[in-house]
């Protein structure tokens, strides 16, 4: 069974910097895609960045430029670098983890909040 563990969230102001980790209890590069999605009171969850096994990136267009995605192979762990933070970008963040095995395999983390005052 895989285990995805978020950390790093909490409180900042506007226009600060927070970066949320996710270690895997497996090697993360063995995934075929990774990634944070968020979800807001009251509002559907939506993806942010996607990272796949190749490198390739993908980023909702509120976030391109001042958030990065990316993974350390060496410590399994998946990481949302999130800079000049907007009371917008308020949610609970959690990482997925993507395998195709026989069928297509999604893991979530438990989810980190992550809070922005204006």
């Known amino acids: 069974q895989v285990q995805l563990v978020e950390s790093g969230g909490g409180l900042v102001q506007a226009g600060g910097s927070l970066r949320l980790s996710c270690a895997a209890s497996?090697?993360?590069?063995?995934?075929?895609?990774v990634g944070w999605y968020r979800q807001a009171p009251g509002k559907q969850r939506e993806l942010v960045a996607t990272l796949t096994s190749s490198s390739l990136t993908n980023y909702a267009d509120s976030v391109k430029g001042r958030f990065t995605i990316s993974r350390d192979n060496a410590k399994n762990t998946l990481y949302l670098q999130m800079n000049s933070l907007k009371a917008d970008d308020t949610a609970g963040y959690c990482c997925?983890?993507?395998?195709?095995?026989?069928?297509?395999?999604?893991?979530w983390g438990q989810g980190a909040q992550v809070t922005v005052s204006s």
């Open positions: 997925k983890a993507k395998l195709f095995t026989w069928g297509v395999e999604d893991y």
């Open positions: 497996r090697p993360i590069f063995t995934f075929n895609s």
